[in-house]
């Protein structure tokens, strides 16, 4: 199990203060175990997808050596959320299983509330990738696309093996 260091511990702070949190308000919240609420829109935006999709794509970046930003798991939802350049909501294709935050709050966990330490936060989040780590803010625009159409790609193309006789074609929305 791994622990965060207090120079990760401050570089997370830094990334949720740079957006707009207050820097009292994000400590007090990660000292009791909650998730600090760090503005959306001014950073960063928020792709979610689903756990399966965002898993895979997750692995479809990592084998290709591409840097993430901040990458969290929600559990209670379902879902992945992916840290993205603000204003990307406009610019991203119409997918199935992919949602988009351009203001309001994400829920940040500690850094220290990860995959790799197996921690959650009270509401059930955790960090696939810390906002510590030495990344860039935000992930890949091109790279993360490019990773969720060809995982939801993957699951068209396994639905339609599975239920050949139905006739259904499963479809992007807006192809």
Partial sequence: MTSTTREEQMLALSRATAAGAPAGTVG????TGAAAEVPVGRTWDVLRVTATVGSD??????????ALGPVLDVRPRGTVEFLVAPGLA???????CTVWADR???R???????????RRARCGRSWVVPPSCPSPYTADA???CEAVVASLLDRIHEAE???PSTGARVRLRGA
Avoid at 57 to 66: F, M
Avoid at 90 to 96: F, G, I, K, N, V
């Fill in 28 to 31: 007090d919240a990660w000292r």
């Fill in 57 to 66: 794509a997750l692995n479809r970046l990592r084998c290709r050596n591409i």
């Fill in 104 to 106: 309001g709050f994400v």
């Fill in 161 to 163: 093996r599975l239920w």
């Fill in 108 to 118: 940040w966990p500690a850094p220290s509330l990860s995959w790799a330490t197996g």
């Fill in 142 to 144: 091109d790279a993360l």
């Fill in 90 to 96: 406009s610019y991203w294709p119409d997918l199935r």
